[in-house]
């Protein structure tokens, strides 16, 4: 390997999600990616005092300084080192940005968020909206460095290899179900991984996968033989990954298109401003209490859309009564010119409760009344099966690094038609998604070794594993379970992987950090899920209104949350006995 390489493989090692994670994995990433921003100005020769870094895609980039005077900011590529990442390092004099940009708004740029209003996030998280490419983000600004060492040939390292040989061929490829899960769990980057906690060296345990998922070899092996391929091969990669997720979701070919995002929110931004395009005089768009913010913001920031919002219980079913009744309300006279719901857009699985509802049954109601469906797959890609033709789904978002393969590629299955924007503003949605190669590749390889494996194999395993967890979980002293709590009951068929609690009178970001320095990590806060999570807890619009006071006053305080313990298909029973004993010391 490269010497690129080489840091690449060592980043993935300790690799997680950078968004507010306790854990030992998501605090080194954190501290890379911070890095990464003083690495650009530096390389630019800037100070850090007078610019700002932020990290975005091609077409972002482009919006983000437009009618900017062009002597207030620099932009740097991936594409000028030659490297298929798909990463525009945009560096700013401080306080140029207006807020209300439309297009930069999702997970990560809200601190808090309430039904009415929004309080913003500082710095360069308000421009980056859901999570960033940071690997890509990482060995770019490492080749930036390496760039001045040994120039750009030092980025070039390989044969000349075909879109098959990249995708398919691997060390795997005699396995399929179980004996494929067990063989690819072997290949986890970072799986031996041992860290320093109160008890000692221990090896660490990621209970942190619905943030984000770790890679697999053959997946990371993917994305280097595409990084030293011509623009040919890249071609052929980009159009059979197309190929390979419209057979995973069930999108007939002649139906949909596949545009290539960065990750889902911008996949959501997208159907957003496409349909805030196509209305002339306003419309209504319906999700509900469940949603994270990628699936929330998008639809209060861009102009002639009206967000309206329905009610779920507390194990995260909605109400498709009151979904029937808004619809019909609205929908039923269908007088022309009228303000009417066009679109309901929904979670396939809540980050908070792990509750997959039942989406061919909202489909029905929405379809009956001439509205469209846009499904929020991130929580569901990787654990069980979308079938987008019987679900008649019109739009379908998600993001790799959520179904292991963290490479800054997401994904929007949109039927055709749909989106309205202009051939040229088309061409370069395609060419800006398209221009990470490498992580397009990564998501395809890691689809591919996921259709070894079994969608039906791995919603076996988690399954078990999640009733083994609750269950567990359930005789701690002191807790309380959110979602679906009886691995008994009918209804927890309905429950994903995803466990959020609370421990009597422990504070949760107290419980993440007490478990982050024992080895195992976790997540706490309101997980980009604020109105949710508020509901849960119980707190009332007085108390709301308070919170949001005193954050502007004192922005760094941490506001109350819940804890969350997201399973994959690493883990294992002997990981969930060392969780709960130590909840039961922290109890």
């Given at each position: 390997?490269?010497?690129?390489?080489?840091n690449?493989y060592?980043v993935l090692e300790?690799?997680s999600n950078?968004h507010?994670?306790?854990?030992?994995?998501?605090?080194?990433?954190?501290?890379?990616y911070d890095?990464?921003?003083?690495?650009?100005?530096?390389y630019l020769g800037l100070?850090?005092?007078?610019y700002i870094?932020i990290?975005?895609?091609?077409r972002?980039?482009?919006l983000m300084?437009?009618?900017i005077n062009p002597?207030k900011?620099?932009?740097v590529?991936?594409e000028d080192?030659g490297l298929s990442?798909?990463?525009r390092?945009v560096?700013?004099k401080k306080?140029i940005?207006p807020?209300?940009?439309?297009c930069f708004s999702?997970?990560?740029?809200?601190?808090?968020?309430?039904?009415?209003?929004?309080?913003w996030?500082?710095g360069?998280?308000?421009?980056?909206?859901?999570?960033?490419?940071?690997?890509n983000?990482?060995?770019?600004t490492?080749?930036?460095?390496?760039s001045?060492?040994?120039?750009?040939s030092?980025?070039i390292?390989g044969?000349?290899?075909n879109?098959?040989?990249i995708?398919n061929?691997?060390?795997?490829?005699l396995?399929?179900?179980r004996?494929?899960?067990e063989e690819?769990?072997?290949t986890?980057?970072?799986?031996?991984?041992?860290?320093?906690?109160?008890?000692g060296?221990?090896k660490?345990?990621?209970l942190?996968?619905?943030?984000?998922t770790?890679?697999f070899?053959?997946v990371?092996?993917?994305?280097?033989?595409?990084l030293s391929q011509?623009?040919e091969?890249?071609?052929?990669?980009?159009g059979?990954?197309?190929q390979?997720?419209?057979e995973?979701?069930g999108?007939?070919?002649?139906?949909?298109d596949?545009?290539f995002?960065?990750n889902?929110t911008e996949?959501i931004?997208?159907a957003?401003?496409?349909?805030?395009?196509?209305?002339?005089?306003g419309t209504?768009v319906?999700?509900?209490?469940?949603e994270?913010?990628?699936n929330e913001?998008?639809w209060?920031?861009?102009?002639?859309?009206?967000l309206l919002?329905?009610?779920?219980d507390k194990?995260?079913f909605?109400?498709?009564?009151e979904l029937e009744?808004?619809?019909?309300?609205?929908?039923?006279?269908n007088v022309p010119?009228?303000?009417?719901?066009e679109?309901?857009?929904?979670?396939?699985?809540?980050?908070?409760?792990?509750t997959?509802?039942?989406?061919e049954?909202?489909s029905?109601?929405?379809?009956?009344y001439?509205?469209?469906?846009?499904?929020?797959?991130?929580?569901m890609i990787a654990h069980?099966?979308i079938?987008?033709?019987k679900c008649?789904?019109d739009y379908?978002?998600?993001?790799?690094?959520k179904?292991?393969?963290p490479?800054g590629?997401?994904?929007?299955v949109?039927?055709k038609?749909?989106?309205r924007?202009?051939t040229d503003e088309?061409?370069f949605?395609?060419s800006?998604?398209d221009?990470?190669?490498?992580?397009?590749a990564?998501?395809?390889?890691s689809?591919?070794?996921?259709?070894?494996?079994?969608?039906?194999v791995i919603?076996d395993e988690?399954k078990?594993?999640?009733?083994?967890?609750?269950?567990s979980m359930?005789?701690?002293?002191?807790?309380?379970?959110?979602g679906?709590?009886?691995?008994?009951?009918r209804?927890?068929?309905?429950?994903?992987?995803v466990?959020?609690?609370?421990?009597?009178e422990k504070l949760?970001?107290?419980v993440?950090?007490?478990?982050a320095d024992?080895?195992i990590g976790?997540r706490?806060g309101?997980h980009?899920?604020?109105i949710l999570v508020?509901y849960?807890?119980?707190i009332?619009?007085?108390?709301e209104?308070?919170?949001?006071?005193l954050?502007?006053?004192?922005?760094?305080?941490s506001l109350?949350g819940?804890v969350r313990?997201?399973?994959?298909?690493?883990?294992?029973?002997?990981?969930i006995?060392?969780?709960v004993r130590?909840l039961?010391r922290?109890?």
């Amino acid at each position: 390997m490269t010497e690129l390489e080489k840091n690449i493989y060592s980043v993935l090692e300790t690799y997680s999600n950078v968004h507010r994670g306790s854990g030992h994995n998501s605090q080194v990433t954190s501290k890379l990616y911070d890095q990464a921003r003083s690495i650009v100005l530096d390389y630019l020769g800037l100070p850090a005092s007078d610019y700002i870094v932020i990290f975005s895609t091609p077409r972002r980039a482009a919006l983000m300084v437009k009618g900017i005077n062009p002597e207030k900011y620099v932009v740097v590529s991936s594409e000028d080192l030659g490297l298929s990442l798909g990463v525009r390092a945009v560096a700013l004099k401080k306080g140029i940005l207006p807020q209300n940009l439309h297009c930069f708004s999702g997970g990560g740029t809200a601190r808090l968020v309430s039904p009415g209003w929004v309080i913003w996030s500082k710095g360069p998280e308000r421009y980056e909206p859901g999570t960033p490419a940071i690997i890509n983000i990482i060995a770019f600004t490492r080749a930036l460095i390496l760039s001045r060492e040994h120039g750009k040939s030092e980025f070039i390292n390989g044969n000349i290899l075909n879109s098959d040989q990249i995708l398919n061929e691997d060390n795997l490829s005699l396995f399929s179900g179980r004996m494929m899960l067990e063989e690819l769990r072997k290949t986890i980057i970072g799986r031996d991984l041992e860290v320093t906690t109160v008890h000692g060296q221990a090896k660490y345990i990621n209970l942190d996968n619905a943030a984000s998922t770790r890679t697999f070899i053959p997946v990371w092996d993917a994305v280097r033989k595409t990084l030293s391929q011509g623009k040919e091969v890249k071609n052929q990669i980009i159009g059979a990954v197309r190929q390979l997720i419209m057979e995973f979701t069930g999108a007939p070919l002649s139906e949909y298109d596949v545009i290539f995002t960065s990750n889902t929110t911008e996949a959501i931004s997208l159907a957003a401003e496409s349909l805030s395009l196509e209305q002339e005089k306003g419309t209504f768009v319906v999700n509900t209490i469940l949603e994270h913010n990628s699936n929330e913001l998008p639809w209060r920031s861009f102009p002639g859309l009206s967000l309206l919002r329905i009610k779920a219980d507390k194990n995260g079913f909605l109400d498709l009564a009151e979904l029937e009744e808004l619809l019909s309300g609205y929908n039923k006279k269908n007088v022309p010119g009228t303000n009417r719901i066009e679109l309901v857009t929904i979670t396939g699985a809540s980050n908070v409760l792990g509750t997959f509802n039942d989406l061919e049954a909202i489909s029905q109601i929405v379809h009956k009344y001439g509205a469209r469906l846009l499904v929020d797959a991130a929580q569901m890609i990787a654990h069980r099966s979308i079938d987008i033709k019987k679900c008649a789904i019109d739009y379908l978002a998600f993001s790799g690094h959520k179904v292991y393969a963290p490479f800054g590629a997401g994904v929007l299955v949109v039927r055709k038609g749909l989106l309205r924007f202009s051939t040229d503003e088309f061409s370069f949605i395609n060419s800006s998604g398209d221009e990470n190669a490498a992580g397009i590749a990564g998501l395809g390889k890691s689809i591919v070794l996921l259709q070894r494996v079994g969608m039906d194999v791995i919603h076996d395993e988690e399954k078990e594993l999640t009733s083994y967890a609750v269950k567990s979980m359930s005789t701690v002293k002191g807790m309380t379970l959110y979602g679906i709590n009886d691995p008994d009951s009918r209804l927890f068929i309905s429950r994903g992987s995803v466990i959020s609690f609370s421990l009597k009178e422990k504070l949760a970001n107290k419980v993440a950090k007490t478990l982050a320095d024992r080895g195992i990590g976790v997540r706490s806060g309101c997980h980009c899920a604020h109105i949710l999570v508020k509901y849960l807890v119980n707190i009332p619009p007085y108390l709301e209104q308070f919170q949001g006071f005193l954050l502007k006053l004192f922005p760094k305080l941490s506001l109350p949350g819940i804890v969350r313990v997201s399973i994959g298909i690493e883990n294992n029973k002997k990981e969930i006995d060392l969780l709960v004993r130590e909840l039961q010391r922290i109890a």
